[in-house]
C-alpha cells in the first residue's frame, strides 16, 4: 500500500523535457503573434491622429461660420480655444479641452492656410516630413 502511493506521487508531475517543449510551443507563438499585435498599436496612432484632424476640422468649420473665415496662420489652432484679436463674432472655445492637444506622437499639429483652404499635419512618430509607416505624414 505505501509503495503505490509512492508511485503515484512520483509520476504526478511534468518531467523537464515536457516543460522545455511547453516553452519552446509558447515561444514560437509569441514570436509569430507580437509583431502583429505591435504593428496594430503603430496603426492605432496613426488613426487617432486622423480622428483628432477631423475634429479640428469639424471646430474649424464652426469657428468659421461665427467668425467668417478661418483663422489666420499667424493665430493657428490655438483660436480654437482662446480668441484671437480681430475676431469678431468669435463664440468659442470650439475644443472641449482648454488647451489644443497634441498629435499622439507628442508633437504640434501644423495649421496651414492657402487659397481658402486649410491644411492640418501631424508629422507622424519621426517628426519630420514625408516618411512611410508610422513616419509618415498624416494631413486632411
Do not use: C
Not at 24 to 53: D, E, R, T
Not at 127 to 132: D, K, V
Amino acid at each position: 500500500m505505501f509503495q503505490s502511493k509512492r508511485r503515484v506521487a512520483r509520476h504526478s508531475g511534468f518531467t523537464l523535457v515536457e516543460l522545455l517543449v511547453v516553452l519552446a510551443i509558447l515561444g514560437m507563438l509569441a514570436a509569430l503573434v507580437g509583431p502583429q499585435v505591435l504593428n496594430q498599436l503603430g496603426g492605432a496612432k496613426s488613426k487617432s491622429a486622423a480622428i483628432q484632424i477631423r475634429d479640428f476640422e469639424q471646430a474649424l468649420e464652426l469657428y468659421k461660420l461665427d467668425v467668417g473665415r478661418f483663422p489666420r496662420e499667424t493665430d493657428g489652432l490655438e483660436a480654437l480655444v482662446r480668441e484671437p484679436s480681430g475676431a469678431k463674432g468669435w463664440n468659442g472655445p470650439y475644443l472641449k479641452k482648454k488647451d489644443v492637444p497634441e498629435d499622439p506622437w507628442g508633437n504640434a499639429y501644423e495649421y496651414r492656410v492657402s487659397g481658402g483652404g486649410i491644411e492640418i499635419v501631424s508629422l507622424g512618430a519621426d517628426g519630420r516630413q514625408g516618411g512611410a509607416g508610422e513616419d509618415g505624414d498624416v494631413s486632411n
